[in-house]
């Protein structure tokens, strides 16, 4: 079955640029529900487990110090197909590569700095979702 649910988070270059608040309207007029959201900054060994599929690749060191280097915006999306809706959003990791109109070609610095995250198939929006967000804020999902 596909999930009507997603996992995104803003990334620390979005947020400390002061690009959330256009990226939250982006999300919202793109046909998003905003389900749960939480502004949170990482610690490195938060972010290494967040991250830990990653760990063998030669970025995963500069991966992670990104990561925890400021607060991040984590967000539970809901939509129709809404992992490949969100991906479609996004664009391409490269924002050099992304799609005219995507997320990461309007917001995104670098392959690195890339603005945003998404969850890359249901079982991921799952498990990152829950890393996120405590049972008690999902209620509002459950309840949808
Ligand atoms: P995302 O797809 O959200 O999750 C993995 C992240 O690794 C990816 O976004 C990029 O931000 C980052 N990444 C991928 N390739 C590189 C790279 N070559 N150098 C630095 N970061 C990278």
């Given at each position: 079955?596909?999930?009507?649910?997603?996992?995104?988070?803003?990334?620390?270059?979005?947020?400390?640029?002061?690009?959330?608040?256009?990226?939250?309207?982006?999300?919202?007029?793109?046909?998003?529900?905003?389900?749960?959201?939480?502004?949170?900054?990482?610690?490195?060994?938060?972010?290494?487990?967040?991250?830990?599929v990653h760990a063998a690749r030669?970025?995963?060191?500069?991966?992670?110090?990104?990561?925890?280097?400021?607060?991040?915006v984590a967000l539970a999306l809901?939509?129709?197909?809404?992992?490949?809706?969100?991906?479609?959003?996004?664009?391409?990791?490269?924002?050099?590569?992304?799609?005219?109109?995507?997320?990461?070609?309007?917001?995104?610095?670098?392959?690195?700095?890339?603005a945003v995250h998404g969850s890359?198939?249901?079982?991921?929006?799952?498990?990152?979702?829950?890393?996120?967000?405590?049972?008690?804020?999902?209620?509002?999902?459950?309840?949808?």
């Open positions: 079955m596909v999930g009507t649910q997603t996992f995104a988070m803003l990334k620390p270059d979005a947020v400390s640029s002061g690009k959330a608040g256009a990226i939250l309207a982006h999300i919202e007029k793109s046909g998003f529900a905003i389900r749960a959201m939480r502004m949170v900054r990482l610690t490195r060994a938060e972010a290494e487990a967040f991250y830990a030669p970025f995963y060191g500069e991966l992670v110090e990104f990561m925890s280097s400021g607060p991040v809901e939509a129709p197909n809404a992992v490949l809706a969100w991906r479609d959003a996004i664009g391409a990791t490269d924002p050099a590569e992304a799609a005219e109109g995507t997320i990461r070609k309007l917001f995104a610095e670098s392959k690195g700095k890339n890359d198939s249901d079982e991921n929006a799952a498990r990152e979702i829950a890393f996120f967000f405590p049972e008690r804020e999902l209620a509002l999902l459950a309840s949808a």
